[in-house]
C-alpha cells in the first residue's frame, strides 16, 4: 500500500511563497500521476496542480503563473511551490498518488497552509 507523507504547510502573509512536499513509499510502487489538491473550510476538495509520469502538468485557472509542480522521480517526492500567495489559497492541501490503471488512488494526511491578509 503507498502511503505518502507531506510537509511544508504553514502561516505566511499575502504575497509570500512556501514549498510544499510530499514522499511516496515504498518505492517499489509504479505511479502514474502525483497531485496536490486543496479544501478550504465549507467548500468542496479542488485540484490544485497534477504531473504525470512523463512529466505532464495541469493546473487549476486560480494557481496559474504562480504555483508550480515537479517532482524528483529518485526519491518519489512531488513538490508544489507556491508563490505570491493570496488570502483565498488558504486550505488544507492533500497529495495524491495514482498508480497505472486505477490500480490504487492514495491520499496523504494534509497539511494546513494560511495566508494573511
Known amino acids: 500500500q503507498v502511503q505518502l507523507v507531506e510537509s511544508g504547510g504553514g502561516l505566511v502573509q499575502a504575497g509570500g511563497s512556501l514549498r510544499l512536499s510530499c514522499a511516496a513509499s515504498p518505492s517499489t510502487f509504479s505511479i502514474n500521476t502525483m497531485g496536490w489538491y486543496r479544501q478550504a473550510p465549507g467548500k468542496q476538495r479542488e485540484l490544485v496542480a497534477t504531473?504525470?509520469?512523463?512529466?505532464?502538468?495541469n493546473y487549476a485557472d486560480s494557481v496559474k503563473e504562480r504555483f508550480t509542480i515537479s517532482t524528483d522521480n529518485a526519491k518519489n517526492t512531488v513538490y508544489l511551490q507556491m508563490n505570491s500567495l493570496k488570502p483565498e489559497d488558504t486550505a488544507v492541501y492533500y497529495c495524491?498518488?495514482?498508480?497505472?490503471?486505477?490500480?490504487?488512488?492514495?491520499w496523504g494526511q494534509g497539511t494546513q497552509v494560511t495566508v494573511s491578509s
Open positions: 504531473i504525470t509520469s512523463r512529466g505532464r502538468v
Open positions: 495524491n498518488a495514482a498508480g497505472p490503471m486505477g490500480l490504487y488512488n492514495a
